[in-house]
């Protein structure tokens, strides 16, 4: 009986990379296909997938599902959820004692799975790449500074990110273009930064990535996206 399965679905840079250390670990996983806001309990046929591994303990990895969470409890397995989200009605932001936040999914995975940085390197991973990509998740391109991760670092872990999203490259590539664009017409106003943009695809991300690489701190920023009628 293997020990445990894991649950998630790649539809981020963080969840993609999960998985692709998973895989080189051999650990049995079942990699759903949601979007954003992927729930157990919307996956067909999910507890009897579960069942087809015959472990004692599942880990779901953000995709909080409350219904097929007790089923699997009630067929006496382990459920043990990796997450650092708050959701409507569902705070798994904070530790249950003590009330800290907790640390990113994919910081959770390698301290609950105990991989080691040798471990990656042998499994032609690079281990500062890997940590830089859930300190990211976790707090951003702050978090990168606080963690003595150099500009030079910084944009080798945004790069690796960007190299693991699930999405059409191309397109996400004209997404950056249009913050950059957007970025470089910016004005300035009692310390904020205001940027107008007419794209009409959402370049909020990417446009907060170019401010702080840009100014290498917090700076309140205000987007207009005429085409989409957003106000951030």
């Given at each position: ?6 649950i ?7 969840a ?10 051999g ?12 729930s ?5 046929r999910?507890?009897?997938r ?5 472990a004692?303990t ?7 599902g409350?219904k ?13 959820i ?7 009605g ?8 003590s ?8 910081e ?33 391109l ?11 670092e910084?944009?080798?872990v ?9 999405v ?14 957007a ?9 904020m930064?205001i ?23 917090p ?14």
């Amino acid at each position: 009986m293997k020990s445990f399965v894991l649950i998630l679905s790649a539809n981020d840079a963080e969840a993609v990379l999960i998985s692709r250390i998973a895989s080189a670990a051999g650990i049995p996983m079942i990699v759903c296909d949601q979007p954003h806001g992927a729930s157990l309990d919307r996956e067909p046929r999910i507890v009897k997938r579960i069942q087809a591994f015959h472990a004692r303990t599942v880990v779901v990895i953000e995709m909080p599902g409350l219904k097929n969470e007790a089923r699997l409890r009630q067929m006496g397995m382990r459920v043990h959820i990796i997450d650092h989200h708050t959701y409507p009605g569902l705070d798994q932001s904070r530790q249950a004692k003590s009330g800290r936040f907790l640390p990113s999914s994919l910081e959770q995975f390698l301290a609950f799975t105990k991989i080691t940085d040798a471990q990656l390197r042998a499994w032609r991973f690079d281990p500062r790449l890997v940590h830089g990509i859930g300190i990211e998740d976790r707090d951003f391109l702050w978090g990168l500074k606080r963690e003595r991760y150099r500009p030079a670092e910084i944009r080798r872990v945004y790069a690796y990110h960007d190299r693991l999203l699930p999405v059409d490259h191309a397109a996400f590539r004209r997404q950056m273009k249009q913050a950059r664009r957007a970025f470089a017409t910016r004005r300035e106003w009692r310390g904020m930064i205001i940027v107008r943009s007419r794209a009409t695809r959402r370049i909020r991300l990417a446009l907060s990535r170019a401010v702080g690489l840009a100014f290498g701190r917090p700076t309140p920023l205000i987007l207009i996206e005429s085409a989409r009628r957003y106000l951030y």
